[in-house]
């Protein structure tokens, strides 16, 4: 019937004005932005860099690949790659970037530069109050402004930063086995060439004053 849908828009329309004297639940506005809805795991806005532990310098994930700025669609992300090099979170030492910077105001939210960072290190934020009346200025964000914490990540989207941490601590783990094994095999070698070089001396110890 034509029409159809707009009437049964109208009636739902009616069915939650008339109900929001009575029920709660049928209140589908919050008075913005004093009171505010919680954002869902799967919202996204903008993109954030992560860092780990108390130091957004010292434990960004970031290592200047500039991947994303080179899948980025609209070109909006800016990437100077440091001189020198800092331990990244298994104690690799990676470059950093010197320069970050996204211009907000270009940024389609697309995703795809988290899709293709192969360091975990940029996620999209869900924090959509960024209304600003300078354009230029407040909307390009540097990578100060860019960084956000591990636990903040872990508290917008719970499920995916779990799965990134997990995945973390097992490349941690394979690291230091990795560094272990190399250890105990430098150790061996020791004690064997101190085992052989004990051998010779005592093969090279004269038996009866005359060497053997
Ligand atoms: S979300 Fe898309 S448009 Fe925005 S910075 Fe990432 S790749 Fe570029
Ligand atoms: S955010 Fe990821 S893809 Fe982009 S430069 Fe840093 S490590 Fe590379």
Redesign the pocket.
Known sequence: MVGEGILKGLVETARNFLGSYVSKNRLTTVQYPEERLPQIEAARD??ILIYDGPDWQQGMRCVACQI?EK????K??FIEKSKDKKPDAVGKPQFFPAVFN?D?S?????????EVCPFDA?K?DVDYDLSTDDRFGNLLLNKQQLSKSNEYYNAIHPTEAAAVDAHFAAERAKAEAKMKAAADAKAATEVKAASESTLAAEEAQPVGGEPR
């Not at 899948?71 to 609209?74: A, K, L, N, R, S």
């Not at 270009?106 to 988290?114: E, L, P, W």
């Open positions: 903008f993109p994303c899948e980025c669609p609209p909006c992300i996204i907000i270009v940024c389609m939210s697309c995703q795809i530069c988290v940029i999209m």
